[in-house]
């Protein structure tokens, strides 16, 4: 993982709303899919881009794949982001 693994997957909205529905927790992917309203194929594709950047872990729980962050640092960089006044 380098930080430009980490930021590039930042760069996505679909990841972000990911982010946001783990927030508060392991969730599985099973809740993640409506969340996102993306299609099953679409959300496991993002899922594997930030499990390669190492923000995300995985692990199973019988049938189920459970999905959290590796570290809630994340979540204090995409604060620290929001806060930005960019003056385009």
């Known amino acids: ?3 430009v693994d980490v930021f590039k997957a930042l760069a996505d909205p679909t990841r972000l709303m990911i982010l946001e529905c783990i ?4 969730r599985c992917i099973c809740e993640i899919i ?3 309203g ?3 194929p679409n959300v ?3 899922l594997k ?3 390669h950047a190492g923000i995300i872990n ?3 729980d019988g049938i189920r794949i459970m999905i959290r962050v590796s570290s809630e640092d994340i979540f204090k960089i995409i604060d620290q982001v929001k806060r930005l006044k960019v003056n385009p």
Request: no cysteine.
């Open 1 to 3: 993982m380098s930080e």
């Open 23 to 26: 927030k508060n927790g392991e």
């Open 34 to 36: 409506p969340y996102t």
């Open 38 to 40: 993306k299609s099953q």
């Open 44 to 46: 496991s594709q993002h």
């Open 49 to 51: 881009v930030m499990k």
């Open 58 to 60: 995985e692990r199973k």
